[in-house]
């Protein structure tokens, strides 16, 4: 009796829902809330999404791609009326080669003194935009919207592509009922996996369903004209089915310090791995890493480029005639390639104009560039080789889609050594990349189109070094000097913003928000000699670091190098907080008293620690006579802090603030 | 005989001469010195060429040879070309050299992007551009453009700017129009005397070796003090429409004749709507308001711009039935809805803008980039501004965005230049009240009002529709210089019929005062520091400008804990002079609390260059004395 009741329940949900969200009816329920009861700060809400994708045989053109879209979105407030308006863009490259968008259809529902008033949709709220030679978007603004609207519409999208875009669970405000279908025919076999870093998980249901095609052919009877025949026959064929019910939503938040928030997104990603077409030979296309490398490497702007040397080799026989070690012929081909070509902004691991061309016209793509790197680098017999990757805004590669790669740099192994190496920017050097190539993992390619991961996180610790002098003077003026040496990826950030700027620039950096700091004298060592760290040195004089209050003196030791704000101002956090590479932050700081004082009261010495030295900070003083020296260093091993140890890290970073920010005190004697 | 070898003789030195003259020019290493100074890119020959053909059509050709010293400078080729159906780019061409002359590449019109105009909150426009995508591949070189444009519209005459912008020099440039049609041509020159610039008549100027500026901190917008000409045909056409343009007045007129009139048509059943909403309602400005109020209830903005939509606002019909338009018929519908309950107001167009730019009172031309909307008085600084792009704004305030700028109104009698509201240093006034505990481990535990009001309150509101999460995050960078700040609760309150914006706030912060030993640095003020210092410049070139004024007053009662005693306390202090005023005092009110009271205004002004030091110095030490500590030491 009991099982019974409980499916009877069942059904009425079911089939409560299914009217709910019958296109051109709302509830007036849905039209006098006010806010979302489980998300109060949401602006909006879809009350309902059906996204349905399925494959439609046409004689002509074989399976097509539909994507069909109905939203219902509820609009709390002003703030949510950026949901009343869509841009959905469409490949556009050719006559056959197009994504089209048809059966768009809208209402906007408000209710007026008790009674739900519908406003349509209608051409004059609709706009195509040629965007570019490769994408269209169709836009539409719905009528008369108004805090407290409904609004609701359906499209279809039509692709002759087999490939399904990533089917997104979340949005940035929440989703109340959520139907999805992907209907796919056996014959066209995908891959599929949901995103496993999103908090949220859907729950998916896999099943098949029964289809058919029916294909018509004209027969000749062959005597004359209009003697011709019509039959028809029926194949019949498997979909398979996933679909998803899923209710409330959770809305996908931003954070600062996010490598990329896609990655956390809850979504469906689905790639062809095979097709099985009838008295057609199996044709497969990514069922494993294995097989997507070698897939890639097989490609012409992949494989082929690697292997033409006929248009550098005079070129690099001159660079590297007399050269014997190795990787002194490695340093010289990568300044070379650095030199020669430059990056065009465009990402990508297969070659965009060929290496060759890329080479005499002096820029290319992230592939021609490396690649061509690679090339040399053979050509000259060091063991170089491909590796494969997703850069942070393209998300991690999550499994087995060619997708799932977006560039690819170069790794050079021989005897005791391994170096990663990317020619795109002129200040990257050996193991320090531009920082949008450390993602996670990069698949290496042997030349033998056999491939394996290795990790792209970097492990050196990039030290920023720091000695400072100083003389309090008897005005209470400051003078001193100062040397700072910066190596790694510390000395490549320095490089890409000041090693082609006016020296004037940094001076400038140095000065700003520190009152009356004057810096001169700057000498900047190796700007743009990349094998070597960073040297500078400058003088400096400040008239306002110490403050007379009373007859004692005050003073923060560090001066104007202490940090004054805790960037960490959440009190929680929902994804992991990334600092790009392991740090070491190192101050050595000597002053000199003035005559006629002496120390009062000073910050004690003291060492604080993140995750079992994970981070690490020391603050050591060390009185003699006119003389304090202080040692402060403060080291992050690791470059990613989970959100877990988030509160743990905030307050490591606090007491940190705290530390730089105590005060040494001076009385007269 | 003899002539005619003269002729040739002179022929063949003169292109020798102008070849050798040529090749130099492609030469970036030849560039004399005075023009790398600062600069980013070097323009090193710009001629452009303008035939007037007709009241509705001329033709643009320019040549143009700029060096681009280094990756900063990327961003002046100076080759993207907007266009839609009424420009016909007929020629577009572009050469790249090394810097010594050689050919690098050649990039023809077709192998321009071509993308469409629709950016930001547009949602749709029928503009498109035409742009140069080069990768540099070495620094310095130089971009050779060459085009010819056809204009079928010319309600829009391209101006002159003999310098591109900051850190670009002028090696030459010129600028000529020639006539061949019966329309006359305005132009006005700005800025021209100080620079090399050569005047041969009235429509024709060439300007050699214009150094490059660089921007200051507070100076004025760089058209303010850089040389610019600009010219508008008397008679022209937008989009297929005939205009006037010899002053405001005519040119305000055919706006009104041509743009407006007949796009104010209301459905029956607004019309009456409406007028049953003022039912009762006596004076124009409050009809006005509950206009105000109801469009804003009923409309959101969506930028749309096809055809002569770019100037002529959308039927008020259409905006009652879509609920959203632009700027233009926003106003437009607004000001039809005043119409039919007998309030006057006019369309008027205005930069909007942070930056304060005005309509050109002396030149009248299609200018501008946005529409608000006016109600007349008496006199004209009691004229209601109504900017109706918002839902949220207080009916007739505009600070930040309109306030304080001419603007033409239109009128049905024509044009006319009016400065639109400016808001006072005295009523921009921010008030702000705290209780704070201080205490015996350094914490302040504390309640905060802040009251803001005028130009002040737009700097603040914007905070009540945030989420809530952003609106904590929001206080903590307020308050950046106070370390590990926690919000304990916030509530906000807009008064938007007196336009008061009011944050209460209550928080702590453990370990709020710095420690030294036995003693604590306690900065009494606590809420309201100013802590950045203008930038310091050993030669300031430029005079600056503080383009709004206001009022700080904070006043907080701090409650000692009564294990503390006071060992030192800074004297009060008053300064004042032409930027502004500040003051500040510390009064014991009882055993263990202090009241510290503060004032601070800055006014508006446009001071001289050689008066920036002192201003600096001025800010500098309301810094320091915003630092002033109090010593407080434990009694046992």
């Not at chain 1, 025919?185 to 996996?193: A, D």
């Not at chain 2, 610039?197 to 850089?226: G, M, Q, T, V, W």
């Not at chain 2, 009523?427 to 704070?436: D, G, V």
Request: charged share 25%; aromatic share 12%; proline share 3%.
């Amino acid at each position: 009796m009991k099982t019974i009741i409980v499916c009877l329940m069942l059904g009425i949900t079911l089939s409560f829902q299914a009217q709910n969200f019958k296109y051109g009816k709302v509830s007036e329920e849905e039209l006098k809330e006010t806010i979302n009861p489980n998300d109060t700060s949401a602006n909006a809400t879809v009350l309902y999404k059906k996204h349905d994708v399925r494959f439609e045989y046409r004689e002509s053109d074989g399976f097509v791609q539909i994507v069909e879209v109905h939203e219902r979105i509820k609009i709390y407030n002003n703030e949510g009326f950026n949901w009343a308006t869509k841009k959905i863009r469409l490949y556009n490259r050719s006559a056959s080669n197009s994504e089209d968008l048809q059966e768009l259809k809208g209402y906007t529902y408000n209710l007026v003194d008790g009674d739900v008033e519908k406003e349509k949709l209608k051409k004059d709220g609709i706009f195509e935009e040629i965007a570019n030679k490769y994408w269209k978007y169709k836009s539409f603004t719905m009528p008369n919207v108004k805090a407290g609207s409904v609004i609701e519409y359906v499209y279809e999208i039509m692709s002759p592509y087999t490939q399904i875009d990533d089917i997104y669970f979340q949005y940035s405000i929440p989703i109340k009922t959520y139907e999805l279908r992907v209907s796919t025919p056996e014959y066209l076999v995908y891959n599929n996996l949901l995103n496993p870093r999103a908090a949220y998980v859907p729950n998916l249901v896999n099943s098949k369903a029964n289809k058919s095609i029916t294909f018509t052919s004209k027969q000749s009877n062959g005597t004359g004209a209009g003697a011709s025949t019509f039959s028809s026959s029926k194949s019949n064929y498997l979909d398979n089915v996933i679909s998803c019910n899923a209710t409330n939503v959770p809305a996908l938040k931003d954070e600062p310090l996010v490598d990329n928030l896609d990655n956390y997104a809850s979504k469906l990603i689905m790639e062809l791995s095979m097709t099985t077409f009838p008295n057609t030979p199996y044709k497969t296309y990514s069922t494993s890493w294995e097989q997507i490398t070698k897939n890639i490497y097989d490609d012409p702007d992949f494989g082929d480029q690697l292997s033409k040397t006929n248009y550098f080799d005079e070129d690099v026989d001159a660079l590297i005639s007399g050269v014997t070690n190795p990787i002194e012929k490695a340093a010289l081909i990568f300044d070379f390639v650095k030199s020669k070509v430059k990056w065009n902004e465009f990402y990508g691991f297969t070659s965009e104009s060929g290496v060759k061309k890329a080479y005499n016209d002096g820029s290319g793509n992230s592939a021609d560039i490396n690649l061509m790197l690679i090339s040399m680098l053979r050509y000259a017999g060091i063991n170089a080789n491909p590796v494969l990757i997703s850069t942070k805004n393209n998300g991690i590669p999550l499994f087995p889609t060619r997708q799932g790669f977006n560039y690819v740099i170069c790794i050079i192994q021989g005897d005791g050594f391994s170096a990663l190496l990317d020619a795109t920017e002129s200040y990257s050097t050996f193991n320090t990349l531009p920082l949008r190539t450390l993602n996670w993992q990069g698949r290496l390619i042997l030349d033998n189109g056999r491939s394996t991961w290795i990790e792209l996180q970097p492990n050196v610790v990039s030290s920023d070094v720091t000695y400072l002098n100083a003389k309090i003077n008897p005005d209470f003026s400051i003078e001193g000097k100062i040397r700072n040496q910066k190596t790694d990826y510390v000395a490549k950030q320095f490089r890409n913003r000041f090693a082609d700027a006016n020296p004037e620039e940094y001076i400038k950096y140095v000065e700003r928000n520190n009152g009356e700091l004057v810096v001169s004298e700057l000498e900047i060592e190796n700007a743009r000699n990349v094998s070597q760290p960073i040297n500078l040195t400058y003088n400096y004089s400040t008239t306002n670091e110490i403050e007379e209050v009373g007859d004692n003196l005050y003073f923060t030791p560090m001066l104007f190098l202490a940090s004054e704000e805790n960037p960490f101002k959440a009190e929680k956090r929902s994804y992991p907080i990334d600092l790009s590479y392991p740090f070491n932050d190192k101050y050595v700081i000597n002053i000199m008293l003035p005559e006629g004082y002496e120390v009062e009261s000073i910050p004690q010495s003291k060492k604080i620690q993140f995750n079992e030295g994970q981070g690490e900070f020391t603050y050591l003083v060390n009185e003699n006579g006119r003389f304090l020296q202080l040692t402060i260093n403060f080291e992050m091993k690791t470059s990613l802090v989970l959100s877990n140890d988030y509160e743990i890290f905030k307050n490591f970073y606090t007491s940190i603030i705290e530390t730089q920010a105590e005060k040494i005190m001076l009385k007269k004697i | 005989m003899l002539k005619n070898i003269l002729l040739t003789l002179s022929f063949i030195l003169l292109s020798l001469s102008s070849m050798s003259q040529e090749e130099a020019l492609f030469q970036s290493i030849l560039i004399p010195s005075e023009l790398i100074e600062k600069s980013n890119s070097v323009v090193r020959y710009d001629v452009t060429n303008i035939e007037v053909k007709a009241y509705n059509k001329y033709i643009y050709t320019k040549t143009r040879l700029i060096t681009i010293l280094n990756k900063k400078g990327n961003d002046d080729y100076g080759a993207a070309f907007q266009y839609d159906s009424n420009t016909n780019i007929k020629k577009l061409e572009v050469k790249v050299f090394d810097a010594f002359g050689k050919e690098l590449k050649k990039i023809k019109k077709n192998d321009f992007q071509d993308v469409s105009a629709v950016s930001g909150s547009t949602l749709y426009s029928d503009t498109r551009f035409k742009y140069l995508d080069y990768t540099p591949i070495t620094y310095p070189y130089s971009i050779l453009l060459e085009t010819e444009i056809e204009y079928n519209s010319t309600a829009f005459f391209p101006s002159w700017m003999p310098l591109d912008g900051f850190y670009s020099s002028t090696q030459f440039s010129e600028y000529k129009i020639s006539n061949e049609s019966d329309v006359d041509i305005k132009i006005k020159t700005s800025n021209f005397e100080n620079y090399a610039i050569e005047k041969h008549s009235d429509f024709h100027y060439s300007a050699k070796n214009l150094k490059s500026l660089k921007p200051e901190s507070y100076s004025p917008s760089f058209r303010s003090f850089a040389p610019y000409l600009k010219v508008a045909l008397k008679e022209f056409e937008m989009e297929g429409v005939k205009g006037v343009n010899t002053n405001w007045q005519d040119f305000g007129k055919w706006m009104h004749d041509r743009l407006l009139v007949g796009t104010e048509e209301l459905p029956e059943a607004v019309k009456s709507e409406i007028k049953s909403l003022v039912q009762g309602v006596t004076s124009d400005r409050e009809k006005a308001k509950v206009v105000y109020n109801y469009m804003q209830n009923k409309t959101r903005y969506i930028s749309v711009q096809i055809g002569i939509g770019g100037w002529k606002p959308m039927l008020a019909e259409d905006v009652d039935r879509l609920g959203y338009a632009d700027c233009k018929g926003l106003s437009n519908y607004t000001k039809a809805l005043l119409k039919e309950v007998g309030v006057e107001a006019n369309y008027a167009v205005i930069y909007g803008a942070r930056n304060i730019t005005n309509i050109d009172s002396e030149f009248s031309a299609t200018e501008g980039n946005h529409a608000v909307l006016c109600i007349p008085s008496e006199k004209e600084e009691d004229y209601i501004w109504l900017e109706c792009t918002s839902q949220t704004n207080p009916f007739g305030y505009i600070a930040n965005w309109t306030d304080d700028r001419d603007a033409l109104v239109i009128t049905p009698d024509g044009g006319k230049i009016v400065h639109t509201t400016s808001y006072s240093a005295e009523e921009s006034l921010q008030h702000t009240t705290a209780s704070i505990l201080f205490s015996k481990e350094g914490a302040i535990d504390a309640n905060v009002t802040i009251k803001t009001s005028g130009y002040q309150y737009a700097l603040h509101e914007g905070i009540q529709t945030l989420p809530s999460n952003d609106q904590e995050l929001n206080l903590k960078e307020y308050w950046d210089y106070i370390n590990d700040l926690n919000i304990t609760s916030m509530v906000f309150e807009n008064d938007k019929d007196n336009v008061v914006f009011t944050e209460k706030v209550a928080l702590s912060a453990k370990n709020y005062a710095a420690k030294s030993g036995k003693r604590f640095l306690f900065e009494p003020n606590i809420f309201n520091k100013v802590t950045g210092t203008p930038t310091r410049y050993k030669k300031r070139t430029l005079d600056f400008e503080i383009d709004r004024g206001f009022t700080d007053q904070d006043e907080f009662i701090i409650t000692i804990d009564g294990s503390l005693e006071i060992e030192a306390q800074p004297k009060d202090i008053t300064v004042k002079n032409k930027f502004g005023s500040y003051s500040f005092s510390i009064e014991k009110v009882s055993e263990t609390e202090l009241l510290y009271k503060r004032t601070y205004s800055l006014n508006k002004g446009y001071y001289p260059k050689e008066e920036y030091k002192a201003f600096r110095d001025f800010i500098a030490n309301v810094v320091k004395l915003d630092k002033s500590k109090i010593v407080l030491i434990s009694k046992s």
